[in-house]
């Protein structure tokens, strides 16, 4: 009996040993999921900057009125064999007087009665956080360009002179 006693000790001391060698603080958990049914963004789609140019003060007299539409372009590649459509959702910072529109960047001398509007190809307005048209994909499609359009626009509130920039994101939507 003193023998079992002993050994129960000293497996006792072993695994009190190995719970304070063997602590831990933590647990870190990676999920995801590998799909065929997307493309790639190339790499001069993702800092893109759309020149405006210089407009006019004078063709902001009321509500909707604007400058011209600049286009831009979004490359896509590598889409794989399931992605049969894809559209575009443009989100960032709503403007207070014109939701669907984006808000230009605050500062001390930048134009203001004034928010960025985004456009269709067709040049049909994309309100702020809701899906573009959708453009179809051919299976395994190597390259895809997707046309858009911005455009300064008055949002109703008194036009000031500035400089005026607006940032967006964008999500792809697939089909």
């Known amino acids: 009996m003193t023998r079992f006693s002993v050994g129960l000790s000293v497996s006792a001391t072993l695994l009190l040993f190995t719970l304070n060698t063997h602590a831990y603080d933590g647990t870190v958990n990676i999920t995801g999921r590998i799909t065929d049914n997307t493309c790639v963004v190339s790499a001069d789609s993702t800092a893109l900057t759309v020149d405006m140019g210089n407009i006019a003060k004078a063709q902001f007299t009321r509500a909707g009125e604007g400058g011209p539409y600049q286009p831009?372009?979004?490359?896509l590649?590598?889409?794989?064999?399931?992605?049969?459509?894809?559209?575009?959702?443009f989100s960032g910072i709503q403007d207070t007087v014109a939701p669907d529109f984006l808000r230009l960047d605050t500062n001390t001398s930048g134009a203001q009665g004034v928010a960025l509007a985004l456009y269709n190809s067709d040049q049909t307005?994309?309100?702020?956080?809701?899906?573009?048209?959708a453009t179809d994909l051919v299976t395994n499609q190597a390259n895809v360009t997707l046309s858009f359009y911005a455009r300064f626009l008055a949002n109703g509130s008194p036009v000031r002179s500035g400089s005026a920039t607006a940032s967006t994101t964008f999500t792809l939507n697939y089909d």
């Not at 307005?125 to 048209?133: E, G, K």
């Open 72 to 75: 831009f372009t979004l490359h």
């Open 77 to 89: 590649e590598r889409c794989g064999d399931a992605a049969k459509r894809v559209s575009i959702t």
């Open 125 to 133: 307005l994309i309100p702020l956080n809701t899906p573009s048209a």
